[in-house]
Structures are given as structure tokens and as C-alpha cells.
């Protein structure tokens, strides 16, 4: 299962829906692509909700669960293919990369973003924590 960024806040800020990502951490193998992770760490540290250091060390629990994946020319290419149809589907560029870890490894993803679902032409499973 691929992890976006949006259901990592949930799960670490305890919003609606973390359980879902809880229970997906421990029951199934997760992957995190390495540019997911900087937007994970970017908007936790500019919300104010975490210093770097906190952040780092509420992640480190999850190193056995969650597979930090780099990215490659194969994720950039179909992650190309998702980023020039972001309108009118308001996909961000990290949006993008985490699709196409999933569609690169043959993976389903977990995203708190419900709209993906409704994503035309899409080749991966899509599971929503709300």
C-alpha cells in the first residue's frame, strides 16, 4: 500500500480517520516514495504542528512499517502523465509522485484525499481513511 502525505497528518495529528492509516501501518506492507516524505516533513514543520527534530522522531516509529522508496525515472515519467491533467483535479506535484509509486508497483493507495477516486483514466486502486 502506498501512504500519501495527507494520511500521514491525519495519523499524526490524530484527525479523523487516523485509525484507518493505524490499522493499514500494522496490516499490510506500506511504502512512502522519498518525495512524499519532504512533503510530509515540509507541511508538518510549516504548520507549526512540529519542529523538524519532533517530526523525524514521530516518523521513526514507522521504520519497520513504512518503506522509503526513491524516486526513479520510471515514477517520473508516470507522475509526468498525472501532473499535466492536475486541473481541473487540484493534484499538487507530491499528489502526482505518490500515484505513480502506486501505479509502478502495482499498489493500491491510502489518501484522506477522496477526490482521487473520481481521478479519469486511473490505473490504481484508491482507499480513502474518511
Not at 500521514?8 to 484527525?15: D, G, P, S, T
Not at 508538518?44 to 518503506?67: F, I, M, N, Q, R
Not at 502526482?96 to 502506486?102: G, Q, S
Request: with cysteine; proline share 3%.
Amino acid at each position: 500500500m502506498v501512504i500519501d502525505a495527507s494520511a500521514l497528518i491525519a495519523f499524526l495529528r490524530k484527525e479523523k480517520g487516523h485509525e484507518k492509516v493505524a490499522r493499514t501501518l500494522t496490516q499490510r506492507e506500506c511504502v512512502l516514495s522519498a518525495v512524499t516524505r519532504t512533503e510530509l516533513l515540509g507541511k508538518l514543520v510549516g504548520s507549526g504542528s512540529y519542529t523538524e527534530t519532533e517530526v523525524k522522531e514521530a516518523l521513526e516509529p514507522l521504520g519497520d512499517a513504512l518503506e522509503i522508496v526513491p524516486f526513479d525515472l520510471e515514477q517520473s515519467d508516470l507522475a509526468a502523465f498525472w501532473y499535466a491533467r492536475r486541473k481541473p483535479y487540484n493534484l499538487s506535484l507530491g499528489d502526482c509522485v505518490c500515484i505513480a509509486l502506486a501505479e509502478a508497483r502495482g499498489l493500491e493507495v491510502l489518501t484522506a484525499e477522496s477526490a482521487w477516486a473520481k481521478l479519469p483514466n486511473l490505473r490504481v486502486k484508491v482507499n480513502t481513511i474518511r
